[in-house]
Nanobody, 115 residues
Framework: QVQLVESGGGLVQPGGSLRLSCAAS????????MGWYRQAPGKQRELVAE???????NYVDSVKGRFTISRDNAKKLAYLQMNSLRPEDTAVYYC?????????WGQGTQVTVSS
């Protein structure tokens, strides 16, 4: 059974940085995609960044150049480094794992960007 646990969210001022972590268990490290979605109040969940098992990455335009997705297979961790944060980045961030049509989600971690 796949389990994902996010951490690292919090309150940060505009222009600040946070690094989200996603601890994974029960996953198979081949032919998968891991990534991050976010959902702001009153808005639909949107893809933020994702990475394939082959290392290809994809980012939503609004975070390109500011966010970086990475992973540590040995530690079974995925990361989202978020720099130059803006108030519009405020949302609950969810880690996800997908393999052959089966998707698992973490419980989410709140990121609030405010002065």
């Amino acid at each position: 059974q796949v389990q994902l646990v996010e951490s690292g969210g919090g309150l940060v001022q505009p222009g600040g940085s946070l690094r989200l972590s996603c601890a994974a268990s029960g996953i198979i490290f081949s032919s998968y995609i891991m990534g991050w979605y976010r959902q702001a109040p009153g808005k639909q969940r949107e893809l933020v960044a994702e990475m394939s098992s082959g290392g290809m990455t994809n980012y939503v335009d609004s975070v390109k150049g500011r966010f970086t997705i990475s992973r540590d297979n040995a530690k079974k961790l995925a990361y989202l480094q978020m720099n130059s944060l803006r108030p519009e980045d405020t949302a609950v961030y969810y880690c996800y794992y997908s393999r052959y049509g089966i998707t698992a989600w973490g419980q989410g971690t709140q990121v609030t960007v405010s002065s």
